[in-house]
Each structure stands twice: as C-alpha cells, then as structure tokens.
C-alpha cells in the first residue's frame, strides 16, 4: 500500500466520472452508521498519502474525522489515522498521527483529500438544514478494496472521544481489530505468500551446504 510519489493536491479536484449522481439518505437512518455508496477521487489520494508512512506489512489503513459535540455545540474534531499490521501473526495497530504532523505537506495534502471526501460525501447526503456527515470513515485495505462509511446524527463530546476505552463512535484500528478480526485475518492469510514447494526447500538446503 506504499507509495513514493504523493498525488498533487490539484489532482484530487479532478472530477471522478465514476461518481454516483445522487445517494439519498432513508431518514430513518439517521443516528446510525451508514456505508456510502458514492465514489471519490479523494479515496485514492488518501491510501497513496497514508501508505507513505504505514508500517510493512499494513493490512488495513483506517482515517476518521469525527465532529464532537457537547450540549447541542460543535466542540472540534476528533481524528484517527491508523495501521492495522501483522506482527508475528498478531493484529497490532500502529498509530500514524504522529507520523504525518511530523511531516507539514503530507498533513496538508491529507487535510485537503478529507476535505475533498467530506465535500463529495456531504453533496450527495442533501440531508435538511445543508447537515453534513458527523463521523466521515475510510478503510483501505491492502488488497485494494475501499470503504467509506457515514455517520448520521452522532452526538460524542470531547472527554468521551478521548476516554479509554473511547465512545463506540470512535473507529480506531482498535475498534476493528475487536470488531472486524476474522476479516483481518482472512485479508492476512490470502495476502501471505505461498509456502515454497518441495524442489525449492530441497535445492535451499542443498545451497547451504
């Protein structure tokens, strides 16, 4: 999932012609957590932006933006930008917040690609009032499949954001290594390499003689 060449941040405006027109949004799935079936240019620039700074042998990348509240206020965002990778045959989740505000434009060309991704997710809601997304997620893993998933009327103040263990809001790599583990190791066992075959471990051993 790594990339050395970061897309530009005049490339992530291109216009995606696969995009869905319009997603309307059931009403009643308001409060809930909702895939989203559109499609955005923003989703590429992200895994090429965050595979420069992931771990080897990274199976999922997992980037939310989540909008706190309290007492009916916006109280700011909480973000999480983090690996999920085989240490051992053990799920580990490396963080990569850090990682990336150590590095001004790659936090910068991340910020755009969200902004990006918000503003595509948010056009095609059309929810009342011009309401956006509360909790905008996007998993990417290293087979290349791509997910985003909404989510609508959350209410998650500060502290519970940043409890421990989080509110269930919060989708760190933790989140999904508890919730999503049979799907992790099922992506990390197709990903592994084939065992070496008979005649190779042979002409191996007969190497190190």
């Known amino acids: 999932m790594a ?21 309307a949004v059931d009403p009643r799935e308001i409060g809930t957590t909702v ?3 559109g499609r955005s240019p923003a989703t590429a620039a992200l895994a090429a932006l ?6 080897e042998g990274t199976l999922r990348l997992v980037i939310q933006r989540l909008a706190l509240h309290e007492h009916g206020e916006h109280r700011g965002t909480h973000h999480v930008a983090d690996a999920i990778t085989d240490v051992g045959g053990n799920l580990v989740v490396i963080p990569l917040r850090e990682r990336v505000l150590a590095e001004p434009d790659l936090a910068e060309r991340l910020t755009a690609a969200m902004d990006r991704l918000q503003a595509d997710v948010d056009a095609e809601l059309r929810l009342p009032g011009g309401a956006g997304a509360d ?24 502290q519970e954001a940043d409890a421990f263990p989080p509110h269930p809001a919060v989708h760190d790599g933790a989140h999904h ?7 992790l190791d099922e992506l990390r066992d197709r990903l592994r390499p084939p065992e070496p075959g008979l005649l190779s471990r042979l002409w191996a051993r007969l190497r190190e003689r």
């Open 50 to 55: 965050l595979g420069t700074v992931a771990p």
């Open 35 to 37: 895939p989203w079936d």
């Open 135 to 158: 909790s905008l997620e996007v998993v990417l893993d290293a087979d290349g499949e791509r997910r985003v998933t909404l989510g609508l009327g959350i209410e998650v103040t500060p």
């Open 3 to 23: 990339s050395t060449s970061p897309p530009d941040p005049d490339e992530i405006d291109a216009p995606d012609e696969a995009s869905a027109a319009e997603a």
């Open 177 to 183: 290594i508890a919730y999503d583990a049979p799907a």
